[in-house]
Nanobody, 125 residues
Framework: QVQLAESGGGLVQAGGSLRLSCAASGLTFSSCAMGWFRQAPGKEREFVGAISRSGIMTGYADSVKGRFTISRDDAKNMVYLQMNSLKPEDTAIYHC??????????????????WGQGTQVTVSS
């Protein structure tokens, strides 16, 4: 059974930092492209960042570019999202996702096969 478990969310002041983690099990992690998405109350789910198998390729939403960094550790079956210079508009539930069909899946949520339950990030002004 595939499981993706996010952690690291919380309450932080604007300008602060958080590091989200996603632990994967039940799949061949090194064969999966990984991504982070977020959903704020009353809004559609949106793409945040993605990383390819092997970690060579990364991509980000324009809204987080230069502030967020995605990384992976295949030895630990983990993917991370380092979030710096947080803004109130970053408040959302953050989900990690795994895609087994492509080297790099990017922002196409329909191409991800597995999703985690999410972790809440709240940024106060």
């Amino acid at each position: 059974q595939v499981q993706l478990a996010e952690s690291g969310g919380g309450l932080v002041q604007a300008g602060g930092s958080l590091r989200l983690s996603c632990a994967a099990s039940g799949l061949t992690f090194s064969s999966c492209a990984m991504g982070w998405f977020r959903q704020a109350p009353g809004k559609e789910r949106e793409f945040v960042g993605a990383i390819s198998r092997s970690g060579i390729m990364t991509g980000y939403a324009d809204s987080v570019k230069g502030r967020f960094t995605i990384s992976r550790d295949d030895a630990k079956n983990m993917v991370y999202l380092q979030m710096n210079s947080l803004k109130p508009e970053d408040t959302a539930i953050y989900h990690c996702a795994a895609g087994s069909r492509s080297y790099y899946t990017g922002s196409n949520s329909g191409s991800y096969d597995y999703w985690g339950q999410g972790t809440q990030v709240t940024v106060s002004s």
